[in-house]
């Protein structure tokens, strides 16, 4: 069975994202030049074809409401990056391990415009020895700005690695919070 996924690249000022909808949840939004992007896609396509087989899903069902799905995450990226936006009412489906999906929602707690390490989204967790999983999973996250996963830096202050790029990841941060250009001038 050949699922249909809405699919679509979508330009940002701050660079190209790939959307995808299915069954009337958003999927996948992701910086579409990532390095890990077959590995995120390939995800994103196990967890999809899981869902129709404990469904019974036929194709094409929800197209509709999958172009709108796309149509509304665009509409609200848009008013983020114009600043008027600070959160997100987007269906979306996670496919992620159960550890993935705490790390997720611990993203999703912090607030617009500030920023966790990752040792404070450890701490978050319960773990302090999880860092590396904790990044890891940051990492893993395939629906970038709408799960925050730039507002994660290193423990000394410094902006790390970013699936869109460290100057997309600085211009976010900049976006959320204008007095973060001058406090990174500090580093």
Not at 94 to 122: H, M, N
Request: aromatic residues 8%; contains cysteine.
């Amino acid at each position: 069975m050949r699922v249909q996924v809405l699919t679509e690249d979508f330009k940002t000022p701050f660079g190209e994202l790939v959307l995808a909808s299915f069954n009337g949840e958003l999927v996948l939004c992701d910086w579409k030049y990532r390095k890990m992007r077959t590995s995120i896609d390939n995800r994103i396509k196990k967890g999809i074809e899981a869902m129709v087989r404990a469904s019974g899903f036929e194709k094409n069902q929800t197209q509709n409401i999958d172009s709108l799905i796309l149509e509304q995450t665009r509409t609200q990226l848009n008013e983020y990056f114009e600043g008027n936006r600070t959160d997100f009412n987007i269906p979306v489906r996670a496919i992620a391990t159960d550890f993935q999906e705490r790390v997720w929602d611990a993203l999703c707690e912090i607030p617009f415009g500030e920023t966790r390490t990752y040792l404070q989204l450890s701490e978050i967790l319960g773990d302090t020895k999880a860092i590396r999983a904790v990044a890891s999973a940051n990492g893993a996250n395939a629906h970038s700005i709408i799960i925050p996963c730039h507002r994660v830096i290193g423990s000394n202050g410094e902006l790390t690695g970013y699936a869109g790029g460290l100057p997309a990841k600085q211009k976010l941060l900049e976006l959320e919070n204008p007095n973060r250009k001058s406090q990174l001038d500090l580093f």
